[in-house]
Every structure is written in C-alpha cells, then in structure tokens.
C-alpha cells in the first residue's frame, strides 16, 4: 500500500521560498504522476501542480511563475518549491498520487495527511 | 481553465436522508470527473471516479452520473460518517480543477 508523507518547515518568511518534500513509501515513485495541492485555512482545493517520475512537469498557470516541482526517484521523493511567497500562500500543502484508475481516467487516490504552511515574518 | 461549480455550497441533512449534490463544468469533459469527501483535518479521499465508477472500499450508497458538463453525487442514505465536504474535480485537462466544495452537515 502506498503512502505518502509531506515533510518541510511550517513557517516561512514572505519573499522567501517555501520548499517542501513528499516520500513515497510502500511502493515505486516509477509510475504516473504526483501531484502538490494546497487548501488556504476555510477554503477549498487548489492543484498546483505535478510531475511525472521521468520528470516532465505541469504546472498551474496561476502559480506557473513561481513554481518548480522535481523528482528523486533514487531516494523516491519528490519535492515543491514556491517562490517569492506571501501570506496568500498560506495553506495546508497535500501531496498526492495522479493514478491511472481505470483504462483513460486518472484519479488523486493517494494523499499525504498534509503539512500547515504559515507566512510570517 | 475549465470551470467547475459545486451547489449547493453547503446543506444540511438528517441521517437516512437522500443527499444530492451537483457539479457543472464550463465545457465539456465527457466523463473525466471525480468525486472527493474531506473530513476536517483530514486529507480529501477519492470515492469515484470517471463520474460513476465507486473506488475501491467505498460504500456502495454513494453513486455518481451525469456526463458532458452536468455531474450529481448521489448519497442514498445519509450515515453519520458522511457529514464532510464533498468535491469535484475535471481530469480532463490541464490546469485540474476542482469545485468550491460543498459541506455536509447535521440537521
């Protein structure tokens, strides 16, 4: 059964970048997509981005300036970078597996229990 | 983008209730659609996917239909683990998106 952990500071400065890491346990990062998705405190779901294990990206247009997300398939992590972030990226960050759930149809059927992320100086 | 609009925004329910929640898209995605629950503090779980299919170990009083760009998550009788945020998402194409989430509460 795979699972997945979020892991990275809980406060960050604003300017500053905000760096977080997920590790794949349980099974092979080698396969489909993972995914970063944050919720603001009271909000919704917002899809940052993903990336796939050969490491081609896609990213949310919204956020595309700032954003960068690579994999390390050796130690079966991945990882999310934000720049230049203000308290408007404050948020719970998820990391999720993008699967291939049935033939064509992809689904986030794995997440992280998410980590709280804080913009203050 | 494509757009995704849940309504109602929140409701609220009895236990044995049939609850309806709907999901309309600003264009069509055929049936790239999926259906999350999120309980507080928790991380959103996948009940189904491609509109209609029922993930692994999901009970079976939570169905999905519709197709195009017109959704509807279907609780046939309300139990009271179901009291969550529900929340659809198009995998159709890039950027994801998801709905503004809808909230299940106790009448």
């Known amino acids: 059964q795979v699972q997945l952990q979020e892991s990275g500071p809980g406060l960050v400065k604003p300017s500053e970048t905000l760096s977080l890491t997920c590790t794949v346990s349980g099974g092979s990062i080698s396969s489909y997509y993972w995914s970063w998705i944050r919720q603001p405190p009271g909000k919704g779901l917002e899809w940052i981005g993903y990336?796939?294990?050969?490491?081609?990206?896609k990213y949310n247009p919204s956020l595309k300036s700032r954003v960068t997300i690579s994999v390390d398939t050796s130690r079966n992590q991945f990882s999310l970078k934000l720049t230049s972030v203000t308290a408007a990226d404050a948020a719970v960050y998820y990391c999720?597996?993008?699967?291939?759930?049935?033939?064509?149809?992809?689904?986030?059927?794995?997440w992280g229990q998410g980590t709280t992320v804080a913009v203050s100086s | 983008d494509i757009q995704m609009t849940q309504s109602p925004s929140s409701l609220s329910a009895s236990v044995g209730d049939r609850v309806t929640i709907t999901c309309r898209a600003s264009?069509?995605?055929?049936?790239?659609l999926n259906w999350y629950q999120q309980k507080p503090g928790k991380a959103p779980k996948l009940l189904i996917y491609a509109a209609s299919s029922l993930q692994s170990g999901v009970p079976s009083r939570f169905s999905g239909s519709g197709s195009e760009t017109d959704f509807t998550l279907t609780i046939s009788s309300l139990q009271p683990e179901d009291f969550a945020a529900y929340y659809c998402q198009q995998s159709h194409s890039t950027p994801l998106t998801f709905g503004g989430g809808t909230k299940v509460e106790i009448k």
């Open positions: 999720a597996s993008y699967s291939l759930v049935a033939v064509s149809y992809y689904g986030m059927d794995v």
């Open positions: 264009q069509s995605i055929s049936s790239y």
């Open positions: 990336i796939y294990y050969s490491g081609s990206t």
